[in-house]
């Protein structure tokens, strides 16, 4: 370019005249592309140490230290695990998994929510002085309704359960000692009120049949008390077979006077014929014999004997020993079912409680900045290949 100059006329009259004459000059290609890309990198640099720097700041300033309470406990049955085991189900674990599901799932629902916060002590702990803005509640970011508060919450507790070694782990975080073990004791005794009333529900639906069976077991048996009173009252038979056997007592009495008339007429007639006892003998014994009579029919005549009446007590006394066989029956298949579901009942065998932490755990400071970095210049490193295959290629 130099040699250009040299040797071009507008050079020479310059140089004659003394003027200054400006020359067209052409840049590099390639330092154009070299500053391009430092200005990108240098942005992204900068992009970088940005969001580092606030991550930093947060973790390190404004964000309030949260202290961690933790407990663990097994879902245990009463029943031995080798009493569980049958021919279709072949795991003794199988239903204390499935319970410690359904108690991991209660953890996180609402319903624990509004137990452990029923005089407020979650809103309070939330909303206590020195709570940073993103953890706060009620806040812009964490809404003010009881749908934001119970999001809100689940970022502060950890329920897993771990299969292998049939084992829940609970964690719950609060911003002081006393409230973080506080809500992790409320939290274990709602774990424990769930539980007895998953007992209580399957108590229920084992025993409800055999209840069913037993009232109405009981309910056959008063209905057919009442309508033996009802036969005894109109048929006047307290005891069937007292009555009976008192009548074939006084039939069998009353046979044996006549059997003994006729014998004392018969010698009055064959000793002394004209006696005149006679007459009054035969007159007793007409009268021992209509008796005789009266009795046999009232024992064993048509309607309204005593037999007829017995009758209908003993359909009813039948009747009412079946009734009694099917109430002690079904009264013992209650209590077997009771006790088979006091065999099944299940409890929480605590492996650790609720303990009241010395220090805070949260935020893991170093962990978080760590992991905002990378991802941070994972992203800016994507960025900045995408804008090299997209801009330098056109270049």
């Not at 310059?14 to 200005?39: F, H, N, W």
């Not at 409890?347 to 409680?353: A, D, F, G, P």
């Amino acid at each position: 370019m130099n040699n250009m100059l040299r040797g071009s006329p507008s050079s020479d009259t310059a140089a004659k005249t003394g003027k200054l004459v400006q020359v067209e000059s052409y840049d590099d290609p390639v330092s154009i592309a070299l500053t391009s890309r430092q200005k990108r990198d240098r942005i992204l640099l900068t992009v970088f140490l940005v969001i580092v720097s606030v991550t930093a700041i947060y973790n390190f300033l404004i964000a309030a230290p949260r202290y961690a309470s933790e407990f663990s406990y097994v879902v245990r049955s009463a029943t031995p695990a080798r009493d569980r085991f049958s021919f279709m189900n072949f795991s003794a674990n199988g239903e204390s998994s499935d319970n410690s599901q359904a108690i991991i799932t209660y953890l996180s629902s609402r319903d624990l929510l509004s137990q452990i916060n029923s005089d407020g002590l979650v809103t309070r702990i939330f909303a206590a002085p020195g709570v940073d803005m993103f953890s706060a509640y009620p806040s812009i970011f964490a809404g003010n309704g009881a749908e934001h508060l119970f999001r809100h919450f689940q970022s502060y507790l950890d329920a897993e359960y771990d299969e292998k070694a049939n084992i829940s782990y609970v964690e719950v975080q609060a911003f002081k000692p006393d409230d973080a073990r506080e809500l992790a004791e409320r939290m274990r005794r709602a774990c424990e009120d769930k539980i007895n009333a998953l007992n209580d529900r399957a108590r229920s639906g084992m025993t409800v049949t055999a209840e069913k069976e037993v009232a109405a077991a009981r309910a056959d048996l008063v209905r057919v008390l009442v309508q033996l009173t009802q036969a005894r009252n109109s048929g006047h038979v307290i005891d069937p077979k007292l009555q009976s056997g008192a009548a074939v007592s006084l039939t069998s009495s009353i046979a044996a006077d006549l059997a003994e008339i006729d014998v004392q007429i018969a010698e009055t007639q064959r000793s002394t014929p004209g006696n005149p006892g006679l007459t009054q003998m035969q007159s007793r014994r007409a009268a021992i014999q209509r008796e005789l009579a009266r009795q046999s029919a009232a024992m064993t005549g048509g309607h309204g004997s005593l037999a007829d009446r017995i009758q209908a007590n003993e359909e009813l006394d039948v009747a009412r020993a079946v009734a009694e066989k099917r109430l002690l029956g079904a009264s013992l298949a209650l209590a077997n079912t009771r006790t088979t579901a006091d065999r099944n009942r299940l409890y929480l065998e605590w492996i650790s409680k609720p303990n009241r932490p010395d220090e805070p755990l949260y935020p893991r400071r170093g962990r978080n900045i760590l992991m905002v970095a990378l991802l941070t210049l994972a992203l800016l490193w994507i960025f900045r290949s995408l804008s090299e295959l997209l801009f330098d290629a056109d270049e």
